[in-house]
C-alpha cells in the first residue's frame, strides 16, 4: 500500500474520486436508459395488439443531474416576485394627497462625464415653503415664489455637471421631515435648501448660510422657530434628541465646509450688485428642514424682503440669476474641495 493509499488517497495512476463520482453518474443514466430500450411494449407479432406503455423508474442519480436546473428556475422565480420599492413620501397639494416625483436631471449625451471627476454627484435642491405656507411676503412678493425661481435657475445652471432633483417642482407643500427624507431615499450628496430672509426694520439686507447645529443668540432662535412652525408630528422631545444626536455626526464638519463655500461665493457675488451688501456669516441653528439629512445639509438665506431696495432688486430677472450662479459657484467649490480627498481614498 502506497502512502496515498495509506492516507485515504488514490494509488498512482489511478483516476480521482470526483471523476469516480461522474463516471458512476453517466453509466446509471445509460443503463437506465438501455433498460427502458430493452423493456417490451406489448406483442407486436399479434395483429391488433395494444400497446401498454408502463411507467419509467427513474435513477436518484439522475434526479441529481436536474438540481442545478431546479436551482436556477427557483431563483428566477424570486427575482421575478421581488416586491417594487417604497414610494416615496406623500405631499399635500389643494388639500389632496400627491406623491413628489422624484426626476434628477442628466448631463447632455455630448458631455464625457468622465472630465467631472467630482465625489459629488447628486444635489437635491429644496426651494424653501410652497403651498399654503408662503414664508415671508412683501411688494406682491412671496418667499417660496422667488425660492422655486432660483432654484429652477440654480438647476440648469447644474445639471451639466451634477445630476439634480427638487423636492419640489410646483407650489406645493411638503412637510419638513419629507424634504430630507426625499434627499437620503434619493442617495443625494448634497442639500441646498433656499429661503428669503425677513430682518428687523432699520437694518440693510444680508446674506447668511446655515447648517444644523445649536445656537444661544435670540435673533438665530427666533428665526428657527419661524422657519419650524410648519414642522408636522414632532414633539419638544422628539425636536431634542434629533437634534443632539446630529450634534455628535461627522456631517456636521462637512454641512460646515459647504455652508462656508456657499457664502463665501454669495457675498463675493452679489456685493457687486449692492454695495450694501451686508456679510451675516454662516451660522448653526436647529432647523427641523435639516435634521435628518444624511449628507452635508445647508440652508441659505439668499437675500431679504425687509430691504425696500432688495424688493426691486427680486423683480429683476438679472438678479435673480446672479443668486442662482453664487449658489452654483459655491457648490461648485465645495465639490472641487472634496477632490484630494477621493484621490487619496481611491475614491
Given at each position: 500500500?502506497?502512502?496515498?493509499?495509506?492516507?485515504?488517497?488514490?494509488?498512482?495512476?489511478?483516476?480521482?474520486?470526483?471523476?469516480?463520482?461522474?463516471?458512476?453518474?453517466?453509466?446509471?443514466?445509460?443503463?437506465?436508459?438501455?433498460?427502458?430500450?430493452?423493456?417490451?411494449?406489448?406483442?407486436?407479432?399479434?395483429?391488433?395488439?395494444?400497446?401498454?406503455?408502463?411507467?419509467?423508474?427513474?435513477?436518484?442519480?439522475?434526479?441529481?443531474?436536474?438540481?442545478?436546473?431546479?436551482?436556477?428556475?427557483?431563483?428566477?422565480?424570486?427575482?421575478?416576485?421581488?416586491?417594487?420599492?417604497?414610494?416615496?413620501?406623500?405631499?399635500?397639494?389643494?388639500?389632496?394627497?400627491?406623491?413628489?416625483?422624484?426626476?434628477?436631471?442628466?448631463?447632455?449625451?455630448?458631455?464625457?462625464?468622465?472630465?467631472?471627476?467630482?465625489?459629488?454627484?447628486?444635489?437635491?435642491?429644496?426651494?424653501?415653503?410652497?403651498?399654503?405656507?408662503?414664508?415671508?411676503?412683501?411688494?406682491?412678493?412671496?418667499?417660496?415664489?422667488?425660492?422655486?425661481?432660483?432654484?429652477?435657475?440654480?438647476?440648469?445652471?447644474?445639471?451639466?455637471?451634477?445630476?439634480?432633483?427638487?423636492?419640489?417642482?410646483?407650489?406645493?407643500?411638503?412637510?419638513?421631515?419629507?424634504?430630507?427624507?426625499?434627499?437620503?431615499?434619493?442617495?443625494?450628496?448634497?442639500?441646498?435648501?433656499?429661503?428669503?430672509?425677513?430682518?428687523?426694520?432699520?437694518?440693510?439686507?444680508?446674506?447668511?448660510?446655515?447648517?444644523?447645529?445649536?445656537?444661544?443668540?435670540?435673533?438665530?432662535?427666533?428665526?428657527?422657530?419661524?422657519?419650524?412652525?410648519?414642522?408636522?408630528?414632532?414633539?419638544?422631545?422628539?425636536?431634542?434628541?434629533?437634534?443632539?444626536?446630529?450634534?455628535?455626526?461627522?456631517?456636521?464638519?462637512?454641512?460646515?465646509?459647504?455652508?462656508?463655500?456657499?457664502?463665501?461665493?454669495?457675498?463675493?457675488?452679489?456685493?457687486?450688485?449692492?454695495?450694501?451688501?451686508?456679510?451675516r456669516g454662516v451660522k448653526s441653528a436647529p432647523f427641523?428642514?435639516?435634521?435628518?439629512?444624511?449628507?452635508?445639509?445647508?440652508?441659505?438665506?439668499?437675500?431679504?424682503?425687509?430691504?425696500?431696495?432688495?424688493?426691486?432688486?427680486?423683480?429683476?430677472?438679472?438678479?435673480?440669476?446672479?443668486?442662482?450662479?453664487?449658489?452654483?459657484?459655491?457648490?461648485?467649490?465645495?465639490?472641487?474641495?472634496?477632490?484630494?480627498?477621493?484621490?487619496?481614498?481611491?475614491?
Amino acid at each position: 500500500m502506497t502512502p496515498g493509499e495509506r492516507n485515504g488517497g488514490s494509488p498512482p495512476g489511478s483516476k480521482p474520486a470526483g471523476q469516480h463520482f461522474k463516471r458512476g453518474l453517466i453509466e446509471a443514466a445509460v443503463r437506465d436508459n438501455e433498460a427502458i430500450g430493452a423493456r417490451p411494449c406489448g406483442p407486436r407479432d399479434e395483429p391488433g395488439a395494444r400497446r401498454v406503455r408502463r411507467p419509467r423508474r427513474v435513477s436518484p442519480w439522475s434526479l441529481l443531474l436536474l438540481l442545478p436546473v431546479a436551482a436556477a428556475a427557483a431563483l428566477g422565480y424570486l427575482e421575478l416576485n421581488r416586491p417594487p420599492p417604497d414610494a416615496p413620501p406623500a405631499a399635500e397639494v389643494d388639500g389632496a394627497v400627491q406623491t413628489p416625483e422624484i426626476r434628477f436631471t442628466g448631463p447632455p449625451e455630448a458631455v464625457d462625464v468622465s472630465v467631472f471627476p467630482l465625489p459629488v454627484e447628486r444635489i437635491v435642491l429644496d426651494p424653501g415653503h410652497g403651498g399654503s405656507s408662503p414664508g415671508t411676503a412683501a411688494g406682491g412678493l412671496t418667499e417660496k415664489a422667488l425660492a422655486l425661481d432660483i432654484a429652477y435657475r440654480l438647476r440648469n445652471l447644474l445639471d451639466d455637471r451634477f445630476r439634480v432633483a427638487m423636492t419640489r417642482e410646483a407650489d406645493m407643500n411638503v412637510a419638513l421631515d419629507h424634504r430630507t427624507l426625499i434627499a437620503n431615499r434619493a442617495g443625494a450628496d448634497v442639500f441646498v435648501s433656499i429661503h428669503v430672509n425677513w430682518l428687523p426694520a432699520n437694518r440693510a439686507c444680508g446674506v447668511e448660510t446655515y447648517y444644523l447645529g445649536p445656537t444661544d443668540d435670540p435673533e438665530l432662535s427666533a428665526l428657527a422657530e419661524r422657519e419650524n412652525s410648519e414642522a408636522q408630528g414632532y414633539s419638544l422631545g422628539d425636536l431634542r434628541r434629533f437634534v443632539d444626536g446630529v450634534y455628535a455626526q461627522a456631517r456636521q464638519d462637512d454641512s460646515r465646509a459647504l455652508a462656508t463655500a456657499i457664502q463665501e461665493s454669495l457675498y463675493g457675488r452679489l456685493r457687486s450688485e449692492n454695495p450694501d451688501l451686508l456679510n451675516r456669516g454662516v451660522k448653526s441653528a436647529p432647523f427641523v428642514v435639516l435634521i435628518g439629512a444624511e449628507m452635508p445639509a445647508i440652508l441659505a438665506e439668499v437675500s431679504c424682503l425687509s430691504d425696500a431696495r432688495e424688493i426691486e432688486r427680486l423683480r429683476d430677472e438679472n438678479y435673480l440669476q446672479s443668486i442662482a450662479e453664487a449658489l452654483d459657484a459655491g457648490i461648485q467649490s465645495y465639490a472641487e474641495s472634496l477632490l484630494p480627498k477621493a484621490k487619496l481614498t481611491g475614491a
